[in-house]
């Protein structure tokens, strides 16, 4: 079991079910099983799914001032995730809506409310950093201070970038210039994916950079076993809904690369665990346990070929 420190954004998400994206107007629209309204947010998505896991987690993030914190914990999932350190500072919890259709296009809406003025308490963090083993961040404001104190207490840092563009890399340049780990989605980034990946590298000498490409899989790119490569993602027959499957691969992939150091293992349980995670809806259902990952791996690859 690793220990890790998950600090980021947290939403209330409502994903909802469309025939057919871009939407044709029609005044109503009555479907059963279509909405569905639950908590998500790199930070959420990612704590749950290390808890899932094995792993003992410090999930840090802020919440609307009259937010009920009980929506973190229904009471039907088997796995909790302790509020502690769940802040009541913004006006607003963020939200989300995301609209899909059958054959995987999304759209998203996005408000994060007034949380990019947020300022996390510090003195909840400093004693906590020495006995982590990782430090997991979004790149929003109020996560900026969380870098020194990784660095300072010398803990590997990974870093989720949400929606990266060019003309913003400026304000994620404390991220990437300090971190360990990267991961970038592909959603957002206009450019051949491998030279996109390998300018990252160059530039801000990370160990590992990880493009997410959806159903197309991942690009990695380990600096200590100099390699970058593209996986296919596994295949996965029932498909419910693809939302967070990038926050189910990065977990996982920190939570093997913690444990063995071995990138190209980790990457493989990653892909495996983001394939059962889409036939799930909502970002935080679909984890699962270690156990349930070998298990799952013993059955699609047996004999197990060489990567």
Known sequence: MSKFIVAGITQLETIVKVKELPIEFTPYTGE?????????????????????????????????????????????????LPTDYVLPIVKETPKEVLLYDARRKKQHFEDLKDIRDAKYDMTIVEPLVPGCDMMVLSNVNFCRPFIPLAKDNDKLLAVKIHSFKREKEIYNEDFLKNANIIFFNDNSIDEEPYEFVKGMAAKYD????????????????????????????????????????????????????????DSKAAIHKALLFAANKIGYMGTSNGFMTEDQLEQWEHLVWNPRGQM
């Open 32 to 80: 059963p099983d279509t909405i569905y309204i639950s908590a998500g947010g790199d930070a959420f998505n990612e704590s749950l799914a290390l808890k899932w896991l094995g792993d003992e987690v410090e999930f840090m993030t802020v919440v609307g001032e009259n937010q009920d914190l009980s929506i973190f914990n229904p009471s039907d999932r088997e796995v909790s």
């Open 206 to 261: 990370p160990e590992i950079v990880i493009l997410g490409q959806g159903g197309q899989g991942a690009i990695i790119y380990d600096k200590n076993k100099d390699f970058i490569v593209h996986y296919n993602a596994v295949k996965s027959v029932h498909i419910v809904n693809t939302a967070g499957a990038g926050n189910a691969f990065f977990a996982c992939f920190l939570h093997y690369y913690q444990k063995t150091g």
